[in-house]
């Protein structure tokens, strides 16, 4: 019977030879190099050759053969990425609300996504009101279907722990502790002592922060400018320890541009100064700056790829885009059963699992977006939400129907990029930028067998080697 290599099929050349994997099902199978370049070439007349038929019917099982051609086989893979949405819906029965509690913030970052919007909404704070009806009565319409004790919550902004929001904090914390919640928040870590309370294990408590570092502390205090223009690198570092030390887990992002990647050695000696470098309740990621919405000279910007090679370089122990993504491979390594693969959207803008709640009671599917009414998919209306036709349409966007997406074979490991990106670079949400995400996850994959053949683990075809 005739069978052709899939489309969606992977080679990805390894120090110990070659590894395949299919990015239908999630398969990863070591073979010789030889057998390697054949798939990667083309060549079925000489895999036909050398594999045996026991190895073939192996390989149409593992995906990386199939008895369908190409159109066949995408037209299989769109109606796979249906139903496989559409089950990842079924079983996801959380949801957040993030409370943007006023878009006002003490610092004036020139790479902000707000700065465009934020003098229209000068010193508007969420009422106690909104919260109430969101906590009593509204959730489940926000989110729809959403049990109350799957809600998460989350404080947002601008800068969300600003003593002019206290008043909304304390009532999102009272309905916390009330219903048996922890909450999550975004922050600058530039709060003042008497939020210092709020922090710790217990329900009803602050117990996970994001915060931000642009770069040693030089860098950081020429980028994260307040509007006072006093320096906010040891203030951000002390309110960090007191976090961690009250066991609240932080995640250090590390904003990076070329210039700030090149003082990464300096600011984990600093970092370390201040007694946070490998504490238990802090993990420390480098991310690179972008120009999604935010009009700013990206000079100096680089892409996921170039900022994990150039850390990879440095020998900085460092979670990047590439050892996050091997972290994800890994899982894949380790699968004993199931599905590998289930990536098929990008994030909360299509699975709409996160919803932000602004002061005025607007609601968006993207944190990035809020402020831009154009980009609403709802609003609060009294005792009732109101959606918006945008709301359909984000949540419609996944990699079945994203143009070029379905041919992708990388598609269920990526989801899709992200939208705002793909609309800003190509003018519409479902035409792909995929800028160098494939390259990513293929170095991924790369660096997580390499590391799990070191070990002494193998997932080689034993019978294939012996064609070579």
């Known amino acids: 019977m005739k069978y052709y290599i899939s489309k969606y099929l992977n080679v990805v050349d390894t120090k110990y030879g070659s590894v395949l994997f299919s990015g239908v099902n999630g398969a990863i199978d070591e073979v010789s190099q030889e057998i390697g370049e054949a798939f990667k070439n083309g060549r079925l007349e000489y895999l036909d050759k050398v594999l045996s038929k026991s190895d073939k019917s192996h390989m149409i099982n593992r995906g990386y053969l199939t008895r369908l051609d190409a159109a066949q ?3 299989a893979f ?7 949405r559409d089950n990842c819906n079924k079983r996801n029965d959380s949801g957040t609300i993030m409370f943007l509690l006023s878009y006002d913030c003490n610092l004036n970052c020139a790479y902000c996504y707000q700065k465009e919007h934020r003098h229209n909404h000068k010193n508007i704070v969420m009422g106690e009101d909104l919260i109430e009806r ?70 009803g408590m602050v117990n996970w922060c994001q915060v931000s570092i642009d770069g040693a502390k030089r860098l950081h205090d ?32 590390l904003n990076l541009d070329r ?3 090149e003082s990464v050695q300096e600011l984990m000696r600093e970092l370390k100064f201040a007694g946070i470098l490998g504490h238990k309740n802090i993990s420390i990621y480098a991310s690179p700056l972008h120009d999604n919405i935010a009009k700013v000279d990206a000079t100096d910007f680089m892409d996921l790829s170039e900022l994990s090679q150039k850390l990879f370089k440095s020998g900085i122990d460092l979670e990047h885009p590439v050892s996050g993504r091997a972290n994800e491979m890994n ?17 909360m803008q299509s699975s709409q699992r996160t919803i932000v709640v602004d002061p005025y009671g607007d609601l968006y599917s993207c944190f990035e977006e809020a402020g831009y009414p154009e980009y609403r998919i709802g609003r609060i209306n009294g005792e009732s939400v109101d959606f918006f036709p945008l709301k359909d349409r984000y949540a419609n966007r996944y990699v079945g129907n994203i143009e070029g997406c379905s041919k992708c074979s990388v598609a269920l490991a990526c989801g899709g990029q992200c939208a705002i990106k793909c609309r800003i670079k190509t003018g519409d949400i479902y ?36 064609h070579d």
């Open 73 to 75: 086989e995408e037209a």
């Open 78 to 84: 769109i109606k796979f990425a249906k139903v496989l």
């Open 134 to 203: 969101i906590f009593k009565s509204l959730y489940d319409k926000i989110i729809p279907g959403l049990k109350r004790e799957k809600l998460r919550i989350m404080f947002y902004g601008g800068e969300p722990f600003l003593n002019s929001n206290r008043k909304a904090i304390d009532k999102i914390l009272y309905y916390a502790k009330t219903y048996g919640f922890r909450a999550s928040a975004i922050t600058n870590a530039t709060f003042e002592s008497n939020m210092i309370d709020i922090f710790g294990e217990a329900n």
């Open 222 to 253: 020429k980028s994260r400018i307040p509007i006072d223009g006093r320096p906010t690198f040891d203030k951000i570092t002390k309110n960090i320890k007191v976090m961690i030390e009250k066991g609240v887990k932080v995640s250090l992002r």
């Open 259 to 261: 210039k700030k990647l």
């Open 331 to 347: 899982l894949l390594l380790n699968l004993k059963k199931g599905l590998g693969l289930n990536r098929t959207d990008f994030c």
């Open 431 to 466: 035409k792909s930028y995929c800028e160098n995400m494939k390259e990513v996850i293929l170095e991924a994959l790369k660096v997580s067998y390499e590391k799990y053949r070191e070990t002494g683990n193998i997932r080689a075809i034993e019978s294939i080697s012996s």
